[in-house]
């Protein structure tokens, strides 16, 4: 079971929404094991189909986390008209090189969140992809901000 | 002449897990050379075995993209600061090759 603040996931359903039509994208950092805050990094595929997160954006997160102690906890994205499940490409593209699912993938520690605008109220989920392109849900758990750190 | 390199995610694990470090070189493909020699298999890292760039790493001078500059081919000067940075993408796209 995942907990996350009421807030984050707020947060992630309000940048998808803003971004329509494009998928956004972003990261949640961790503390302690817990999800802390969400950053929302831009989209520079800029496209309802696709995400690639500003790498600069990414470099920035990474070494505020580093100089904080927090560590990525989520990846999220949303999908603009599908459901939150990981499409063939997100499986992919968790994977360096993209689509060497024998390896391990980029961030093993991190879970995957989809946003779905396909529904109303919006769909939120979390899944962590594994060595070879398995995907396994972990249920998301919203709690209140107080109660996760 | 030292470069500073700054390296994330799954390419750290090729440099024996450091996030910098320093590498000579007067270019951008020297420095991947330089770097290789250092720490075997960096090269494949970030380029195929013709030595062209891999499209999933983003390689920057400071702030700017070296696919905007001359590729592998950009000068490097002291003082610059090079980052390699994989790309963190996906969607609900069937397939994007």
Redesign the interface.
Known sequence: MLQIPRALIDEMVAHAREDLPN?A?GQVNGLNGKAVTAHRVKNI?A???????D??A??KL?NER?ENGETLFA?Y?S????EAY?????V???F???GDLDREP??PEAVYILVSLADDPPQVRAFYIRSGGEIEEEPIEVCNSADSR | MAIKV?V???IQRAVDGQ?ELDAEGGTVAELIDNIDMKYPGFRGQVADDSGEL?R?V?I?IN?E?IRYLSGKDTIVSDGDII?F????????????G
Request: hydrophobic fraction near 30%.
């Open positions: 998928e994208c595929e496209s309802p189909y696709r995400y690639s997160m790498p600069l990414m470099l990474e580093e990846i994205h999908h603009v008209a599908s990981p499409s063939p490409t997100d992919r593209q968790a360096f090189p993209p980029m961030y | 700054q994330t995610s799954v996030r891999h999933f983003n920057y702030d993209d980052s940075l994989p790309a963190l993408a996906g969607g609900s796209a069937a397939c994007i």
